[in-house]
């Protein structure tokens, strides 16, 4: 349930000369099946490679690692023993040491059940980072859903000090329908927790309710900023941007090539916390978004699309303003993109045999693709044979200074 989206479409840039330095940056990728994470530099060079301390005990390797938007915190679970509760471990990957290992202990109506960690959010200002867990209750009658909670974990003291049990209001929506509800966490800003609800198994729900958990006053309130789950928000300007639901649009259809978790969606929008609303920026017809990325410095945005006709996918980049920059299609490709200060990368499946390798039919390859002066480069940054789906891009660590302003957004009109 934890894998999002599965899409297809592969960059196709033709290389060019790029005289001007390219901006300092390193992409950290984890693979799952072995607990490494390796990270790269913007010419393929592998700067360092670690494993994740603590997990020796461990019956299985972490499928997920949450890192700190600054790269100083990483967070990941596991269990030494079955039907015992899970370990939290904080890890601090400049140092490679371990700061703490929390025991997730069994709350509220759970139980003996063994609360699992769905996601963490930081808010890394305050020091603090949100935990989103929850018991799943297969089998069991009638349905629980009053099975998760969002608890509050002080980064200095390991100590997990505020928690948000299921609130009745918010569990009873659920009742009858689903055997247990997941909490995914979606901001956390100034003391403040913004997340979703969706019952288990659904995925990408559009219709999935959202709420802001204020930590200090412990008030919950139902709240309308986005209506996605695949949400990418911009910290420095605290804007999101998400694939939504718009009427007079065009019509709500399923891509014609579907996605792992897609829903039906018809625009782009951002949450613009300068006027506290939402509005669409992007529509495109007969292409329907999967999901929006800030890219290239928070400068830009990718969007991957799927075509409502033919089984097709491609990536979009826009300007700010809705302009089409270029189209890029091809191969299938895994993973949403993550952002550079000069661009985009992301993970790809490319034909092996191109490559020379004949025993299988995919490669996985790490992809990058810098723009200079709206002059774009793409650079095969690492190619292995490993199983594509045990890989996910955790991190894009920069010292690049911010821009001081943004190209304005074009709202667009029905």
Known sequence: MKRWIVLAA??????????????????????????????????????????LPGIEPFQLIPDDVFV????????????????????????????GSIR????????????????ELFNAIYDEARGQVALGYFAAFYGA???????????????????????????PQIAQSFTGQHLFSVPVLQRFVDGVVEFAIIAGGTENDPDAPTYAWDIRSDDVQPIDHYTSLAIDLWPPTGEIIFPAQREGFGELQQCA????GHMPFNVVEVYDPAIGNSFPVI????????????????????????????AHDRLTL????????????????????LGTPDGFVYLSLIDATLYGVHNQILLSALMSVGFVNDDAAQTLLWLDERDPFS????????????????????????
């Not at 990483?74 to 140092?95: C, D, N, W």
């Not at 890989?391 to 029905?414: A, D, F, I, K, M």
């Open 283 to 310: 529509a495109q017809g007969d292409y329907a978004p999967r999901w929006a990325a800030f890219v290239q410095n928070g400068q830009r945005i990718l969007v991957a699309e799927c075509s409502l006709i033919e």
């Open 10 to 51: 592969l960059l196709l840039i033709v290389p060019q000369a790029v005289a001007q330095v390219v901006p300092s940056w390193t992409v950290w990728l984890y693979d799952k099946s072995s607990g490494y994470v390796t990270e790269f530099d913007p010419q393929g060079t592998t700067v360092r490679t670690w494993k």
């Open 391 to 414: 890989l996910s891009l955790v991190h894009v660590q920069s010292n690049v200074t911010l821009p001081g302003s943004y190209r304005e957004w074009q709202q667009l009109s029905r």
């Open 257 to 260: 090539a579907p996605g792992i």
């Open 141 to 167: 009658e009638p349905a629980n859903t009053a099975n998760w909670e969002i608890g509050i974990l002080d980064l200095e003291s390991g100590h997990i000090n505020t928690a948000l049990p299921a609130p």
């Open 68 to 95: 700190s938007p600054s790269g100083a915190w990483m967070i990941y679970t596991g269990q030494s023993i079955a039907e015992t509760p899970y370990t939290l471990v904080v890890h601090e990957p400049e140092t």
């Open 318 to 337: 826009y300007e700010r303003d809705g302009t089409v920059v270029s189209h890029y299609e091809g191969q299938p490709f895994i993973s949403k993109a």
């Open 100 to 115: 703490h290992q929390v025991t997730l202990e069994p709350f509220g109506e759970l139980g003996n059940d063994k609360p």
